[in-house]
């Protein structure tokens, strides 16, 4: 049963459901005459692993960028924690706790793996869901650099790249790329993340580790939201599969009623899901 507060903002009052730090509604994103994202809403649960999935061009990267601050949608709102959040900035969205890794990882490549992270973190203090459950966290007071490079180092352990702290980001494998980019989103603090092909070019050791590690997070209460063309990894880790089709939602349950609807299994021409 879904807990409601009612929160009032500068410009209207909502209803915030506290079990769906994510709502979208009626979002709507057009490139010139085409209509990438056509309408779509769908909320995202707390403390879940939520699968976007879909066919190529169905409007999953563009969903992600709209919700994110990346673009502008041309119609519809997003909510995150009960606030309206539609078109603003990035790092706005990112400082009210949540975030998104990209499909080809975006680090500093001439940069080491330490100095990416030491760059990540917001300049805040007081208690947040990342530092509540890491060993030593502290709390209260205003950040001094150590208490950011200690982080760091748990952030880094945390992921299992500790070993590689002064390699230079442009060095590591795809995969470990990859987990270099979730541990720079880690440090950033959020509540949810959404993840675009997280696991892409990561080979299964690594594979293994990143889902462990995802897992792990979300029993600590975090929230996610992944996009993914394996859909063995969306079947096996999300509790909940959103599917896009043509900019449009077209099913929304848990993995079973996806593999079985009739409608998703047509978007698919036929291939394995
Ligand atoms: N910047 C853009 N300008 C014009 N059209 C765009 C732009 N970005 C996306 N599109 C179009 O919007 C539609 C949805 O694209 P999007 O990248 O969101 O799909 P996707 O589901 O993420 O696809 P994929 O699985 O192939 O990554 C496509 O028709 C695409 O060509």
Not at 32 to 53: E, M, N
Not at 164 to 186: D, F, H, I
Request: proline share 4%.
């Amino acid at each position: 049963m879904s807990e409601t507060v009612e929160t009032t903002t500068d410009t209207e009052t909502t209803t915030v459901d506290q079990d769906a730090p994510l709502r979208v509604e009626n979002l709507e994103k057009r490139f010139g005459g085409i209509v990438a994202v056509d309408d779509t809403s769908f909320d995202v649960q707390r403390g879940t692993i939520t699968g976007l999935i879909g066919p190529n061009g169905a409007g999953k990267s563009t969903t992600f960028n709209c919700i994110t601050g990346a673009l502008n949608p041309t119609g519809g709102e997003v909510y995150f924690q009960g606030e309206k959040v539609t078109g603003m900035r990035p790092e706005q969205i990112a400082n009210r706790g949540m975030v998104r890794t990209f499909q080809i990882a975006r680090a500093l490549s001439e940069m080491t793996v330490l100095e990416n992270l030491m760059l990540a973190p917001k300049a805040q203090s007081g208690e947040t869901l990342w530092r509540s459950v890491m060993p030593g966290a502290r709390s209260g007071v205003v950040e001094q650099e150590y208490e950011v490079r200690e982080r760091v180092w748990e952030t880094l352990e945390f992921f299992e790249i500790d070993h590689l702290a002064y390699e230079e980001a442009g060095n590591l494998s795809g995969g470990q790329q990859k987990l270099l980019e979730m541990s720079r989103a880690m440090m950033t603090e959020p509540e949810m993340l959404l993840l675009d092909e997280p696991m892409a070019g990561v080979n299964p050791t690594l594979e293994e580790k990143l889902l462990d590690r995802i897992h792990s997070l979300r029993e600590d209460g975090y929230t996610f939201l992944l996009v993914e063309h394996d859909m063995d990894i969306i079947m096996e880790n999300c509790e909940r599969v959103l599917v896009m089709h043509q900019g449009k939602l077209l099913a929304d349950g848990d993995p079973e009623d996806i593999r079985s609807n009739d409608q998703v299994i047509e978007a698919y021409l036929g291939e394995d899901i």
